[in-house]
């Protein structure tokens, strides 16, 4: 499985996993969102119905019904009531049911770095886990590790 380390310095995270889920949902594929916080689910889940008037990603929120339904499926916990096999944990926290999906998204900044970092350090030990830490410069992602 593989894990995308993402540090968040200039860009805000609804934008980051609204290009990732498209990028998913282009694949043909599924993605489960997570933040713990029902206010970063809900700024999350209105992001992503008014970043663009003329896009639309389709996208629900577990607790409302239709889960299985929902391409892009926002919740508070890593359950795949969506049939995901790709996560996105927006909210810096690692958590290690994320290693039951196939691909899995980390997403940190300056505040979460320290817990990123363990995370890090700890899949490092892990024969099946691939890592890939990525980092904006200049307005773009590179992947320096």
């Not at 024969?127 to 200049?138: N, P, Y």
């Amino acid at each position: 499985m593989q894990v995308d380390f993402y540090h968040l310095a200039a860009t805000p995270v609804e934008r980051v996993v609204q290009r990732i889920a498209e990028r998913v949902l282009s694949d043909g594929g599924r993605l489960l969102v997570v933040a713990g916080d029902e206010g970063v689910a809900g700024r999350l889940d209105a992001y992503l119905w008014d970043y663009a008037p003329d896009s639309f990603l389709p996208h629900g929120r577990a607790g409302q019904g239709g889960e299985a339904d929902q391409p892009v499926l926002i919740g508070t916990s890593p359950d795949p009531l969506n049939g995901a096999r790709q996560i996105a944990l927006v909210d810096g926290i690692w958590r290690d049911e994320a290693l039951a999906f196939d691909r899995a998204f980390h997403f940190f900044d300056d505040t979460t770095i320290g817990a990123a970092r363990a995370a890090w350090k700890t899949l490092g030990g892990r024969e099946d886990v691939e890592r890939r830490f990525w980092k904006q410069e200049d307005g773009r992602w590179k992947q320096i590790a």
